[in-house]
């Protein structure tokens, strides 16, 4: 298999992608293609149904991101992991698109 992550940290960061706490999500942009995304989630993904129906007396932030140039583990800029693997990382943003919130459209 081809190593398309820079270091172990940014590998842990993608494959947390949707969970609760922080993780990295690759995302599709017009004009500019692939981008990354630092996320941090409240609740993961998959939980987001059991909140909304009933009304909270609380405001919880559910998801908040921000965008990335480098790694935050190793500091490799990622615009070299996208040019030498951007097949495997144009996959990985089909996957993480369910994972984008309507502020990070």
């Given amino acids: 298999m081809k190593r398309i992550f820079c270091c172990p940290g ?4 993608i494959s947390n992608a949707g969970k609760r706490g922080a993780a990295v999500i690759v995302v ?3 004009p500019g293609g692939l981008k990354f995304l630092l996320q ?3 609740i993961a993904h998959d939980d987001e149904a059991l909140f909304k129906p ?3 007396p609380l405001y919880i ?5 921000v965008g990335l140039r480098y790694c935050p583990s190793c500091g490799r800029r990622l615009q070299e992991l996208v040019d030498a693997a951007s097949e495997e ?4 943003a089909k996957i993480h698109k369910d994972f984008e919130s309507v502020a990070d459209i």
């Avoid at 940014?10 to 960061?13: D, M, N, S, V």
């Avoid at 990382?89 to 990985?92: N, V």
């Fill in 10 to 13: 940014f590998e842990a960061l």
């Fill in 28 to 30: 599709w942009r017009k």
């Fill in 40 to 42: 941090s989630r409240g």
């Fill in 54 to 56: 009933m009304p909270l």
């Fill in 61 to 65: 932030n559910i998801s908040s991101t």
């Fill in 89 to 92: 990382f144009a996959e990985l």
